[in-house]
Nanobody, 121 residues
């Protein structure tokens, strides 16, 4: 019954921007900590960004600080990841995740199917 559906991925040139969306059903995003992760070919899934379920706690991976912004639209029950100044090393499948924990960089209860982001040089 819980479903997280990512969208907004695609092909973009280095220096460009994309906005990923995570549409949730079966849970209310305002009551969950919501995170974004990514996985590049041959690499482990890595943490990207998280917004705590209180809405005023944010953590970003060092690799994306200053370039990516996580946000939440409670009315639309959707979480976003605004990605600016994209680099080829940002190329990965991006996943949305949810947990009842107040804040987490690792442990999540629900995961989306992922959306591909490809950044060309």
């Amino acid at each position: 019954q819980v479903q997280l559906v990512e969208s907004g991925g695609g092909l973009v040139q280095a220096g460009g921007s994309l906005r990923l969306s995570c549409a949730a059903s079966g849970l209310t995003v305002s009551t969950y900590t919501m995170g974004w992760f990514r996985q590049a070919p041959g690499k482990e899934r890595e943490f990207v960004a998280v917004i705590g379920k209180g809405g005023d706690s944010f953590v970003y991976a060092d690799s994306v600080k200053g370039r990516f912004t996580i946000s939440r639209d409670n009315a639309k029950n959707t979480v976003y990841l605004q990605m600016n100044s994209l680099k080829p090393e940002d190329t990965a499948i991006y996943y949305c995740a949810a947990t009842t924990l107040a804040m987490s960089l690792r442990r999540y209860d629900y995961w989306g199917q992922g959306t591909q982001v490809t950044v060309s040089s």
